[in-house]
């Protein structure tokens, strides 16, 4: 039988699903130490095409998945994968492994990373129950980022790395901003804003040059046009709000 203070409770419950910080699982082998130790034998490699494609407009039924465009510049890259992290919609039919998909997409190609970066972004979103539960109360989420920047800290995790330990082109961007939630409740729309802070571990591959032609007089040709960076993939990403500073 239900008592007189049972709405106080549900409205005090969706309070707290909202406001609450995202679910952290107790995992292993997170940040600068996975990405140092790293497993013992590489995986093999992924998909070329690490681009998630975005559905079409307004009135298309297919749910969208937000897009991380390929770029070979740290910060922008990092900053998308941010806002990609923390856009989900538990209204739009998608579950926490759709959206986790988007960044496993442009993770490491070479797979050696991607255990972990699995384990990573699953400490970022609700777990199924968890999602199951915000769906009734038409619960979404985004990000707005006040700032980034390479952590000073990051210096002193590239020296205790050994030679080869690192990606080339790696390095890490500690993200600053607000997780903005906002659900249904008694038909009145609720809101709620978190402060947050973390830092993604990425790799940019430098430009790779194209090789010098010899003319066949003895004399070398400047390398035609054509090389080009390849884009940034993720690598790592801290727990949430214990960022390197």
Same mark, same amino acid.
């Given at each position: 039988?239900k008592?007189s203070?049972?709405p106080?409770?549900?409205r005090?419950?969706l309070?707290a699903?909202?406001?609450?910080?995202?679910?952290?699982?107790v995992?292993?082998g997170?940040g600068?130490?996975?990405?140092?130790t790293?497993?013992a034998?590489? &995986?093999?490699?992924?998909p070329?095409?690490?681009?998630?494609?975005?559905p079409?407009?307004?009135?298309?039924?297919?749910?969208?998945?937000?897009?991380?465009?390929?770029?070979d510049?740290?910060?922008?890259f990092?900053?998308?994968a941010a806002l990609?992290? /923390?856009t989900w919609?538990t209204?739009?039919?998608?579950?926490?492994l759709?959206y986790?998909?988007?960044l496993l997409?442009?993770?490491?190609?070479?797979?050696?990373?991607?255990a972990?970066?699995?384990?990573d972004?699953?400490?970022?979103?609700p777990s199924?129950?968890?999602?199951?539960?915000?769906?009734?109360?038409?619960t979404s989420?985004h990000?707005?980022i006040d700032?980034? /920047?390479v952590?000073?800290q990051?210096a002193e995790?590239v020296?205790?790395?050994?030679p080869g330990?690192?990606?080339?082109?790696?390095?890490a961007i500690?993200?600053?901003?607000?997780?903005?939630?906002t659900?249904v409740?008694?038909?009145?729309?609720v809101?709620?804003?978190h402060?947050?802070? /973390?830092?993604?571990?990425? &790799?940019c591959?430098?430009?790779?040059?194209d090789?010098?032609?010899d003319?066949?007089d003895?004399?070398?040709?400047?390398?035609e046009?054509?090389g080009g960076?390849a884009s940034?993939y993720?690598?790592?990403?801290?727990?949430?709000?214990?960022p390197?500073r």
């Amino acid at each position: 039988m239900k008592t007189s203070d049972d709405p106080a409770r549900t409205r005090r419950r969706l309070i707290a699903l909202i406001a609450a910080g995202i679910v952290l699982l107790v995992l292993t082998g997170i940040g600068v130490y996975g990405l140092l130790t790293g497993p013992a034998e590489p &995986a093999t490699s992924g998909p070329d095409d690490r681009t998630v494609q975005v559905p079409a407009g307004p009135g298309d039924p297919t749910p969208r998945l937000p897009r991380i465009a390929p770029t070979d510049d740290p910060e922008e890259f990092a900053r998308s994968a941010a806002l990609a992290l /923390f856009t989900w919609d538990t209204t739009s039919g998608l579950f926490p492994l759709d959206y986790a998909s988007v960044l496993l997409d442009v993770g490491d190609p070479t797979g050696t990373e991607q255990a972990g970066l699995a384990s990573d972004i699953a400490a970022y979103l609700p777990s199924r129950e968890a999602w199951l539960d915000l769906r009734q109360y038409q619960t979404s989420q985004h990000l707005s980022i006040d700032d980034a /920047f390479v952590p000073g800290q990051w210096a002193e995790a590239v020296e205790q790395a050994r030679p080869g330990q690192l990606p080339v082109g790696a390095t890490a961007i500690t993200i600053e901003g607000t997780r903005h939630r906002t659900g249904v409740w008694n038909d009145e729309t609720v809101a709620s804003e978190h402060a947050v802070a /973390f830092t993604i571990f990425l &790799a940019c591959p430098p430009e790779l040059d194209d090789e010098p032609s010899d003319d066949g007089d003895g004399e070398t040709s400047p390398p035609e046009t054509g090389g080009g960076a390849a884009s940034c993939y993720l690598l790592r990403l801290s727990m949430l709000d214990s960022p390197l500073r």
